[in-house]
């Protein structure tokens, strides 16, 4: 298992200047929504430049088309991992995959199934009537079937998928909070210990981390935890 710390600031050198406190060889970083509408690919560039590699989380969901293009521009800037949400449908993933495969990429394409800061109730307001780790499975399955690599899902559905989809199939996990912490916008969340018990093959940790008064240590700590 390894660590994704994510980067979620609103400026170029907010995260420069926490990630010039983190060890490339100990974890990789997350660019989301924020940090990338705020610095573009200049971001990526200086992470890369700094050894890191770099999962660009923009969740694409979109029609195939402008998905699949979109994949491959993140896969042109170098980014180790990027993201569509499965819910965008089988041929939106499997435009994309195949996107990637044709132009030989490395780039790891995995599907976001049910948000981690989503519970029951929350699936309920969309429409869904079935539990959150139902809702997983189902998305995984299609995420799988349609050529990604893995999914990003909670921990606390990452033991039932790492049964059914076999060791190869990349498990991220965001929603991780070491015990004791703040919970913040998380709704299902699990330790770092735990997520390593349930098979999780990267948890994402932003806040505890980033907040941390030394992300260095809060890094260390994590680590030694699992
Ligand atoms: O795709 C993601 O990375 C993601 C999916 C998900 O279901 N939940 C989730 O929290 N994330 C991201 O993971 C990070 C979690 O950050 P913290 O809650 O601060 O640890 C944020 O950058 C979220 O955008």
């Known amino acids: 298992m390894s660590l994704i710390v994510a980067l979620d600031t609103h400026s170029l050198d907010a995260a420069l200047a926490i990630a010039d406190q983190l060890d490339p060889t100990l974890c990789r970083v997350k660019v989301g929504k924020e940090l990338f509408t705020y610095t573009g690919p200049a971001v990526v560039q200086a992470l890369h430049a700094r050894g890191f590699e770099v ?14 293009h979109a994949v491959q521009a993140a896969a042109d800037l170098g980014v180790w991992m990027v993201n569509v949400h499965a819910s965008g449908g089988r041929q939106m993933m499997q435009t994309s995959a195949a996107r ?6 490395a780039t790891h394409l995995i599907g976001v199934t049910v948000l981690t800061s989503m519970s029951a109730e929350d ?49 991220v996990t965001p929603g991780i909070r070491p015990a004791g912490s703040n919970a913040d916008d998380q709704k299902r969340i699990v330790t770092p210990a735990d997520a390593m018990r349930q098979g999780v093959s ?7 981390i980033t907040q941390a008064a030394s992300p260095k240590q809060a890094v260390l700590d994590i680590l030694a935890s699992i």
């Open 123 to 171: 699936l309920l307001d969309v429409g869904i009537t079935i539990s959150p780790a139902e809702q997983v499975v189902r998305l995984a399955q299609l995420a799988y079937d349609s050529g990604l690599g893995g999914v990003v899902c909670s921990a606390q559905e990452a033991a039932l998928l790492r049964a059914k989809f076999g060791p190869e199939f990349l498990l």
């Open 55 to 68: 999962f660009l989380d923009l969740k694409f969901h979109d029609i195939p088309n402008t998905t699949a």
């Open 202 to 208: 990267h948890m994402v940790v932003g806040r505890p």
């Open 100 to 105: 990637l495969k044709q132009g030989g990429y």
